[in-house]
């Protein structure tokens, strides 16, 4: 049997990240939040690189003493290699790369979006693995795809968005409410609340299994302007049902897509991951789906849905278990295909 211990950093955006894998199981997963994007309304790459380089090192420390390791127990280092912001990837790889030579341990390079969905292979109590093959859905700040999972290494894209991702379309309309950023958690809450059918939005008309919510945000801009016109007071009174509409019309664009790829594919387990599936209305509507098609559906233990470093440590685990292991000159990559 192995035994096998890595140390897994992820620095593609704005969370920095340190994980200890024992074999399947996550011993600890420590993230550093990145609170001044906040003020900005959005990452600033320049910010969240030096942030990274500051936060780095007491994230690793925290996640090993946390495993209750030393670093010389370690097998190999994974890290995020992409996609990501570049200068947000050269603080994880070139100390990842200095670790492992300082160790003389193997490193692996990791892609974020299968990280994405592999997460759902960490050993979690209370928690089913898919079988291959399964579709997954991330949808996050950055990203939004539907891939055909066929098994650990072999994934196929099948949709992705065309402009913005799903967070973005949750936090541009936010924007437009006048909420805080980041406003997909808020514009939830508030959903909660309201009625989803008050103001119906209409959905992009896009090809294929690909997404586009560039046309929603405006037609959310255009709707909030014409009836602020009418009355200054419209979106504070109206709160809870235009947010409950706007979730609404981004679920339905979701499921519209997946129902497609199902049909297209036969596959009906679904597995979704990134940090929107924190979303409730998105949570219960999978949920439904169970019983309305027949659809099995998988949602990681939250922690591992938004960026984090477990998720890298268990691709690691499977890249250590196939010896596949990356050479020193290895070089961050902003664009990254699955
Ligand atoms: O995965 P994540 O933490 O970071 C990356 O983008 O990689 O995802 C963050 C995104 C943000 O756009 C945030 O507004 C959105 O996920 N989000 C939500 C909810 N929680 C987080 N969107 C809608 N409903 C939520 N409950
Ligand atoms: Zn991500």
Not at 126 to 146: C, E, M, N, R, V
Not at 161 to 177: P, Q, W, Y
Not at 218 to 241: H, L, R
Request: proline share 4%; net charge neutral; charged share 20%.
């Amino acid at each position: 049997t192995t035994n096998c211990y890595i140390l897994a950093i992820e620095s593609s955006c704005d969370d920095t990240s340190a994980a200890v894998l024992y074999n399947g199981k996550i011993l600890s997963n420590v993230v550093a939040n990145q609170k001044i994007h906040e003020a900005y309304g959005g990452v600033v790459p320049e910010l969240a690189s030096r942030a990274h380089q500051q936060n780095i090192v007491p994230v690793v420390h925290q996640a090993l003493a946390k495993a209750n390791i030393d670093k010389k127990q370690l097998s190999a280092i994974a890290f995020t290699r992409g996609p990501g912001l570049m200068g947000s990837l050269l603080v994880g790889t070139s100390f990842a790369k200095s670790l492992a030579y300082g160790l003389n341990i193997p490193l692996i390079e990791v892609n974020h979006m299968q990280a994405h969905i592999l997460a759902h292979f960490i050993d979690e109590e209370g928690y089913d693995k898919p079988s291959f093959p399964f579709l997954a859905l991330t949808i996050s700040g950055g990203h939004t795809q539907i891939v055909k999972v066929n098994s650990y290494f072999d994934m196929e894209v099948i949709g992705e968005t065309i402009d913005d991702a799903v967070g973005e379309a949750f936090d541009k309309s936010a924007k437009v409410l006048g909420l805080p950023y980041p406003g997909g958690p808020l514009i939830d809450k508030y959903a909660q609340l309201g009625n989803p059918k008050a103001y119906p939005f209409t959905k992009p008309k896009v090809a294929d299994l690909n997404f586009s919510f560039s046309g929603l945000k405006t037609a959310i801009m255009y709707f909030v302007q014409n009836n602020v016109k009418e009355d200054a007071d419209f979106v504070a009174k109206n709160m809870n049902d235009i947010c409950a509409s706007i979730q609404y019309t981004i679920i339905n664009i979701i499921v519209d897509k997946l129902k497609k790829a199902v049909k297209q594919t036969g596959i009906k387990q679904i597995a979704i991951g990134g940090g929107v599936s924190a979303n409730s209305g998105i949570r219960t509507t999978l949920k439904q789906a169970e019983n309305r098609f027949g659809w099995k559906t998988y949602i990681p233990k939250f922690e591992y849905t938004t960026d984090n470093a477990a998720m890298i440590a268990i691709v690691g685990y499977f890249k250590y278990l196939e010896q596949d292991f990356a050479d020193e000159n290895v070089a961050a990559k902003a664009r990254y295909q699955l």
